[in-house]
């Protein structure tokens, strides 16, 4: 997997864009209705972030912000006062969140393009550095959490959101319903009984014929393509013990799970969600130290 592949994807897919009308579609380029739009869904959609954020201590800490999609947690970081810098691996994402920290006169240390496995700072230039959802798309996860513990003070710390592999999502609908709906699909694929089929359905099924069915259905192979949509080329899930062997210059501190997420399963409306979600949901948020003598290297 080439991390270039990653950027290209992501540059023409910017986290969330489609879903509410895409900024240079339904928006047309009105960038403050754009981003008061998307931060309404995500918030609606995944409000479970921001008391999640407000488990760490932000203020006044140096914080790097690895991955930054449409800046909406970029803002909150900067109004619980952190000393705030980012970095994203795309042209696109820089460019937005410039300009909703200029739109909305947000105070900022500094904003650049690059890799998480090349970070463009000097060793222990920050406190904190905080990733949502980008870990897991980073093929060369070793280097990176190289590169986060150098940049990282000594005892610093790193806050992310990665995909869990204890979670409905991935045990039940990826694993299970997913892949038989389109092993049940695929024989079907070139019959008018799947003309009116969901353009996702339709786009899996295209990709099965390309690589082959069998190939598609691997587990490796079809999370992939079904965590962050059909053409995502590459994403991981994790548990503790994953997160532990991934980040050997770390120690994990705590680890939780948030978002009962598993479509198209109906899970939102469950007895008990709120409770369940804490041990099968789809976010693994996790907190891990910086150890002094570990980790400078991949």
Same mark, same amino acid.
């Given at each position: 997997m080439?991390? *270039?592949?990653?950027?290209?994807?992501?540059?023409?897919h910017?986290c969330? +864009?489609?879903?509410?009308?895409?900024?240079?579609?339904g928006?047309?380029? +009105?960038?403050?209705?754009?981003?008061a739009a998307? =931060?309404?869904?995500?918030?609606d959609q995944? $409000?479970h972030?921001?008391a999640c954020?407000?488990?760490? +201590?932000?203020r006044d800490?140096?914080?790097?912000?690895?991955g930054?999609?449409?800046?909406a947690?970029?803002e909150?970081l900067?109004?619980? $006062?952190?000393?705030w810098s980012g970095?994203d691996?795309?042209?696109?994402s820089v460019d937005?969140?410039?300009?909703?920290l200029? !739109?909305?006169d947000l105070p900022?240390?500094?904003l650049?393009?690059? *890799? /998480?496995?090349a970070?463009?700072w000097p060793?222990?230039s920050?406190d904190?550095v905080?990733?949502? $959802?980008?870990?897991h &798309?980073?093929?060369?996860i070793r280097t990176?959490?190289?590169?986060?513990?150098?940049?990282?003070r000594? $005892?610093?710390?790193?806050?992310a959101? !990665?995909?869990?592999?204890?979670s409905?999502?991935y045990?039940?609908?990826?694993?299970?319903l997913?892949?038989?709906v389109? /092993?049940?699909?695929?024989?079907?694929?070139r019959t008018?009984?799947?003309g *009116? /089929?969901?353009?996702?359905?339709?786009a899996?099924l295209?990709n099965a014929e390309?690589a082959g069915?069998r190939?598609y259905l691997?587990l =490796?192979e079809?999370? &992939?393509?079904s965590?962050d949509?059909?053409?995502?080329p590459?994403?991981?899930?994790y548990s503790?013990?994953e997160?532990i062997?991934?980040f050997?210059?770390f120690t994990?501190?705590e680890?939780?799970r948030?978002?009962? &997420?598993?479509?198209?399963?109906?899970?939102?409306?469950?007895?008990g969600?709120?409770?369940?979600?804490r041990? !099968?949901g789809w &976010?693994?948020?996790?907190r891990l130290?910086a150890d002094e003598h570990?980790?400078r *290297?991949?």
């Open positions: 080439n991390e *270039s592949d990653v950027r290209d994807f992501w540059n023409a910017p969330g +864009d489609h879903i509410v009308g895409g900024l240079h579609g928006f047309g380029d +009105d960038h403050e209705r754009f981003f998307y =931060d309404a869904w995500r918030y995944e $409000g972030i921001p954020l407000d488990r760490f +201590d932000f800490k140096r914080v790097l912000e690895i930054l999609g449409q800046g947690e970029s909150q900067i109004r619980r $006062g952190a000393r970095l691996l795309t042209a696109e937005r969140v410039r300009t909703r200029a !739109l909305r900022h240390v500094d650049r393009q690059g *890799s /998480a496995t970070i463009p060793d222990a920050f904190v905080f990733s949502h $959802g980008v870990l &798309h980073v093929p060369d990176a959490q190289a590169e986060i513990h150098r940049v990282l000594p $005892g610093g710390t790193l806050v959101m !990665l995909y869990a592999r204890r409905l999502n045990q039940v609908s990826i694993r299970v997913r892949r038989a389109l /092993a049940a699909a695929y024989p079907l694929r008018r009984l799947l *009116s /089929a969901p353009p996702l359905l339709r899996h295209a390309e069915l190939r691997r =490796d079809f999370t &992939h393509r965590t949509g059909p053409h995502n590459y994403a991981r899930v503790p013990r997160v062997a991934d050997p210059g994990l501190v680890s939780f948030r978002y009962l &997420h598993a479509p198209p399963l109906p899970v939102g409306g469950l007895p969600a709120a409770r369940l979600e041990h !099968l &976010h693994l948020w996790v130290q570990r980790g *290297s991949a």
